[in-house]
Each structure stands twice: as structure tokens, then as C-alpha cells.
């Protein structure tokens, strides 16, 4: 059964989108990744935000760029927990995408993510965060995957200095 959607304003966001899918492939999780933009497809996003809850989704990682509404405009139409990632953006490099999704007023919240690539993926973590809640086996994964980083980070040599 699917549990987290991923959607996103335009192809073009994919390279960096992808990063979320690569991190619930690795935690087994279930998902879905598709096209969903407010501004084009304003229907739709209605739609897949209406019935993301009785379709079992558990979160919906929402990425776009520039005046990236969407994030925002699928949380006020459903309680599922939506995690917003600022795609990099061709003039402001993202920072106009960051703003727009963070700035929500009081009421409807998103979680907001960095832009791009970190942001992507931890959108996923925070995901499996989520589902890890009332799933001690997915917990067990999570932390399993902390630890494998800390023991990465730990055997960092550095080069001598030139
Ligand atoms: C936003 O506009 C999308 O999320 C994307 O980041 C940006 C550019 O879209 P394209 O012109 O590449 O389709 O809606």
C-alpha cells in the first residue's frame, strides 16, 4: 500500500525530487511520485489532496520552485502531513521557493526542508520518522541508518597539509 506521495510542479524538478524516492527505496517504503502543479494543474493538486487521506497516504513530500504554492495549497486541503521542499529556482536560486513555502500563516502548517538535494532527502527521513512512530521495525532501520553515518563520519581521515 502506498504511504507517502511524492508530487511536484514540473518534471524539472525531478533531479532533485529524486532524492527523496532513492531515500523511502532504501527504507522500503511504499510511494508514489507524480506531477501535481498548482498553478497548471490546479484541479488535480485539489483532488490529490482531497482523497490523499482515504487513499492511505501518511505524508506528502511536496516540492516546486519559484512561487511554489503548492506545498501550502495541498496542506489547506488535507490534514495529512505535508513536507515542503524548496526547488532550486532558475534566478533566485531557490531562495524565492524557500520563502514561499515556509512563510505559511498561522493555521495550516508545512514542514519546510532545505532547498534542493538536503532538502529532498530529508524530507524522506522526516517521512520515515512519521511512519517509524508505530512501526518499531522501521524505527529499528532508522536508527540503524544513524548509526551506519555516525561510523562514516568517524573513520573521516584528513590529508595532510600542504
Ligand atoms: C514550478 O515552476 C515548478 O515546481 C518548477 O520548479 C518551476 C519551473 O517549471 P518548468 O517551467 O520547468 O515546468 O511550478
Given at each position: 500500500m502506498?504511504?507517502?506521495?511524492?508530487?511536484?510542479?514540473?518534471?524539472?524538478?525531478?533531479?532533485?525530487?529524486?532524492?527523496?524516492?532513492?531515500?523511502?527505496?532504501?527504507?522500503?517504503?511504499?510511494?508514489e511520485?507524480?506531477?501535481?502543479?498548482?498553478?497548471?494543474?490546479?484541479?488535480?493538486?485539489?483532488?490529490?489532496?482531497?482523497?490523499?487521506?482515504?487513499?492511505?497516504?501518511?505524508?506528502i513530500?511536496?516540492?516546486?520552485?519559484?512561487?511554489?504554492?503548492?506545498?501550502?495549497?495541498?496542506?489547506?486541503?488535507?490534514?495529512?502531513?505535508?513536507?515542503?521542499?524548496?526547488?532550486?529556482?532558475?534566478?533566485?536560486?531557490?531562495?524565492?521557493s524557500?520563502?514561499?513555502?515556509v512563510?505559511?500563516?498561522?493555521?495550516v502548517?508545512?514542514?519546510?526542508?532545505?532547498?534542493?538535494?538536503?532538502?529532498?532527502?530529508?524530507?524522506?527521513?522526516?517521512?520515515?520518522?512519521?511512519?517509524?512512530?508505530d512501526?518499531?521495525?522501521?524505527?529499528?532501520?532508522?536508527?540503524?541508518?544513524?548509526t551506519?553515518?555516525?561510523?562514516?563520519?568517524?573513520?573521516?581521515?584528513?590529508?595532510?597539509a600542504?
Amino acid at each position: 500500500m502506498i504511504q507517502v506521495g511524492i508530487i511536484m510542479g514540473s518534471n524539472s524538478d525531478w533531479p532533485v525530487m529524486q532524492h527523496a524516492a532513492q531515500f523511502l527505496q532504501q527504507f522500503g517504503i511504499e510511494y508514489e511520485a507524480r506531477v501535481v502543479s498548482a498553478h497548471r494543474t490546479p484541479d488535480l493538486m485539489f483532488e490529490y489532496a482531497e482523497t490523499a487521506r482515504e487513499r492511505g497516504i501518511k505524508a506528502i513530500i511536496a516540492g516546486a520552485g519559484g512561487a511554489a504554492h503548492l506545498p501550502g495549497m495541498v496542506a489547506a486541503k488535507t490534514t495529512v502531513p505535508v513536507l515542503g521542499v524548496p526547488v532550486p529556482s532558475k534566478y533566485l536560486r531557490g531562495e524565492d521557493s524557500l520563502l514561499s513555502i515556509v512563510q505559511m500563516p498561522k493555521g495550516v502548517p508545512v514542514a519546510t526542508f532545505a532547498i534542493g538535494e538536503a532538502g529532498a532527502a530529508n524530507a524522506a527521513l522526516f517521512a520515515v520518522a512519521i511512519l517509524a512512530c508505530d512501526n518499531p521495525e522501521l524505527a529499528q532501520k532508522l536508527a540503524e541508518f544513524r548509526t551506519a553515518q555516525t561510523q562514516t563520519v568517524l573513520a573521516m581521515d584528513l590529508p595532510a597539509a600542504e
